[in-house]
């Protein structure tokens, strides 16, 4: 039988992994998958990640099961860190997931439970929002966001396609620093967007992958907590992978907000329900580590300056891509304004797989450079391959 299955193509951002690794070129630069590099080029731990895992091993009393919705103790804390004030007081249910990745599936799981058919994500969206609703069996529909050559957002074509979607329907939003374009909406727009699903009737999901990256924690969090403060019902998918560099942890949660606090005890067993034929329970290392910095208050302050420092360090590389790339492209100045760790240049494939071979610049063919993979002193020379081409 297992003769009859066909090969499966690599996922094309983790297939770039390989390939940079196999590269014995000197020099060679990393802008695919999307992990912080520092100046040296390496994906450091946090220090308050060591020394909340130094505690842990000293004080952990068990390994026993965490149980399918995890520790509450964690959700609670990164709940306030997403959400804040909006969230404080909030009928919500949330299950702790291995990574992002798992809490959009549980998202998606969750709403074929409550009959949505269809969910609208933003084009382009990062490759694998897709493919995850449409393994849970939602139908994928899509609105324009943003233009590669103007690099504008579509902002009058997005809303015009959401008018479109039926009551019911779910919508994707990326809370900030969007992958892959790193451009956000402003809170006009935010605004705008709230009130149009509201209106509508539209369930939002929205994924939180990056918050500190774009322009500080609470600000990457503003527009999500915008829509949770008006809409009844809400899902909020977050990643600590990259906010607490716990990529191979895979530590996340799923959160349901609901209008009414008699939903919740339902609402949360559904949620264990989906965890318990899934993956039965989630890793705990993770968010054991995110609990312990999250109820600290200074480990909490030091990972706060720390993702400080990193967010400084791509804002200041964004400001010389820019400079350097607008030489060529006039629309490269909006790499300035763009947030997070990600970028999308008008570039053919031709010319990613040119730049690959010919210069050992890695990059997925879709365009998306990773900022936080570059280091202050190969700038210039990476602005001048892409400028050969
Ligand atoms: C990315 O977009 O590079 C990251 O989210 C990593 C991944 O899993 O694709």
């Given at each position: 039988m297992f003769d009859a299955l066909a090969p499966q193509p690599d996922d094309p951002l983790l297939a770039l992994i390989g390939l940079y690794r196999a590269d014995?070129?000197?020099g060679k630069v990393d802008l695919g998958v999307g992990v912080y590099r520092d100046e040296t080029g390496a994906t450091p731990i946090f220090r308050a990640v060591k020394e909340a895992e130094r505690r842990l091993v000293e004080t952990q009393p068990t390994k026993a099961y965490v149980g399918p919705e995890g520790d509450p103790v964690f959700l609670e804390r990164l709940w306030d860190l997403t959400a804040g004030e909006a969230g404080r007081g909030r009928a919500v249910a949330g299950l702790q997931t291995p990574g992002g990745s798992g809490a959009l599936r549980i998202g998606g799981d969750l709403l074929v439970r409550l009959g949505v058919k269809r969910i609208w994500l933003g084009?382009?969206?990062?490759?694998n929002h897709a493919s995850i609703f449409q393994a849970a069996g939602l139908e994928i529909a899509t609105y324009p966001f943003f233009d590669i050559p103007s690099q504008s957002v579509l902002f009058e074509r997005m809303v015009e396609a959401l008018s479109g979607a039926a009551p019911g329907d779910a919508v994707l939003l990326h809370a900030?620093?969007?992958?892959?374009?790193?451009a956000n909406l402003s809170a006009e727009q935010w605004r705008a967007v709230t009130d149009l699903i509201a209106a509508r009737g539209l369930m939002p999901l929205v994924d939180i992958a990056?918050?500190?990256?774009?322009?500080g924690l609470d600000e990457d969090a503003a527009g999500l907590r915008m829509l949770l403060a008006a809409v009844p019902e809400m899902l909020v998918a977050v990643s600590c992978s990259k906010s607490f560099g716990l990529y191979r942890e895979r530590t996340g949660a799923i959160y349901a907000a609901c209008g009414?606090?008699?939903a919740v005890p339902a609402l949360r067993s559904n949620l264990a329900a989906l965890a318990r034929v899934n993956y039965s329970m989630p890793p705990d290392h993770g968010s054991a580590i995110v609990s312990t910095i999250l109820g600290d208050e200074a480990l909490k302050a030091d990972w706060m300056a720390e993702i400080e420092a990193m967010r400084l360090r791509i804002t200041a590389i964004r400001e010389r891509l820019a400079a350097g790339l607008s030489r060529r492209w006039?629309?490269?100045?909006a790499i300035r304004e763009q947030e997070g760790m990600f970028s999308l240049l008008p570039l053919e494939a031709a010319d990613v797989l040119k730049l690959r071979a010919e210069q050992a610049i890695y990059m997925p063919?879709?365009?998306?450079?990773?900022?936080?993979?570059?280091?202050t002193a190969e700038v210039d020379a990476v602005i001048e391959k892409f400028l050969s081409l």
């Open positions: 014995a070129r000197p084009m382009p969206t990062w490759p900030s620093c969007h992958n892959p374009t790193g990056y918050q500190g990256y774009g322009r009414n606090a008699d006039q629309v490269a100045t063919t879709s365009g998306r450079i990773n900022i936080a993979g570059l280091k």
